[in-house]
C-alpha cells in the first residue's frame, strides 16, 4: 500500500520539473526574453562604469596634462591617456600603498600588469615615487632621475598614470607607458 503512493509522488515530482522547465532542441532550458534583457542589462552595468572612471580622474588627468607639459618643453609629442595603462597604473599605486613595498617588480611586472588589464599595446616602461606631496614636485623627481627621464621623455605615444596614499600618508604615483 505505500508503495502506490511513493510512486505516484516520484512521478509527479518528475512530471512537474519537466513542466517547469522546457527543453530547447539542445537539452537546455531556454530562459524567458525579460531573463535575457536583465543578464545583458548586468552585463552592461558591470563593465562600464570601470572602463572610464579613472582615466577621468582629476588628479591622474592633472597628472598627463602636465606631463604633456613637460614633454611640450622638450618639443616631444603629447601622449594619448590610455584607459587600459592607467588601470594598470593605478593597480600598481594601490598594491604600494596597501603593502608599503616600494618597487617596480612587486606585484608583477609593468608588462604583466598592463596585460592584466588588456593593454592591446606594447608595454614601454613604468615610472614611480614615493613620498611626493604634489604633482610638480613628482614630475621633477622623475626628471632628475635618468632611468625615470628616459622613460618619460621616450617617443610612447600612450600613458596610464596612478596615484595612492598610504596608511603612513606619503603617496605613491605611478606611470606606466606603452605604444
Same mark, same amino acid.
Given at each position: ?107 608583477? %611586472?609593468?608588462? *604583466? ?10 608595454? !614601454?616602461?613604468? +615610472?614611480? $615615487?614615493? @613620498?611626493? %606631496?604634489?604633482? *610638480? ?10 632611468? !625615470?627621464?628616459? +622613460?618619460? $621623455?621616450? @617617443? ?24
Amino acid at each position: 500500500m505505500t508503495r502506490l503512493p511513493l510512486a505516484l509522488l516520484l512521478m509527479l515530482v518528475l512530471s512537474t520539473s519537466l513542466v517547469a522547465a522546457p527543453a530547447t532542441t539542445d537539452g537546455n532550458p531556454k530562459p524567458k526574453d525579460d531573463e535575457k534583457k536583465e543578464m545583458e542589462t548586468k552585463k552592461a552595468d558591470a563593465q562600464a562604469p570601470g572602463d572610464d572612471f579613472l582615466h577621468k580622474h582629476p588628479t591622474l588627468v592633472k597628472m598627463w596634462h602636465h606631463s604633456n607639459q613637460v614633454r611640450a618643453r622638450y618639443q616631444l609629442p603629447a601622449q594619448r591617456i590610455s584607459p587600459e595603462l592607467t588601470k594598470a597604473a593605478q593597480d600598481h599605486a594601490w598594491y604600494m600603498a596597501r603593502t608599503g613595498q616600494f618597487s617596480h617588480s612587486v606585484n608583477g %611586472s609593468f608588462v *604583466s600588469r598592463a596585460r592584466r588589464h588588456h593593454y592591446p599595446g606594447s608595454p !614601454h616602461g613604468e +615610472i614611480i $615615487l614615493y @613620498g611626493s %606631496s604634489s604633482i *610638480s614636485e613628482c614630475f621633477n623627481g622623475w626628471l632628475n632621475s635618468p632611468g !625615470h627621464r628616459a +622613460i618619460l $621623455l621616450s @617617443g610612447a605615444r600612450e600613458v596610464g598614470y596612478g596615484y595612492a596614499i598610504g596608511r603612513n600618508g606619503r603617496a605613491y604615483w605611478v606611470g606606466v607607458f606603452g605604444n
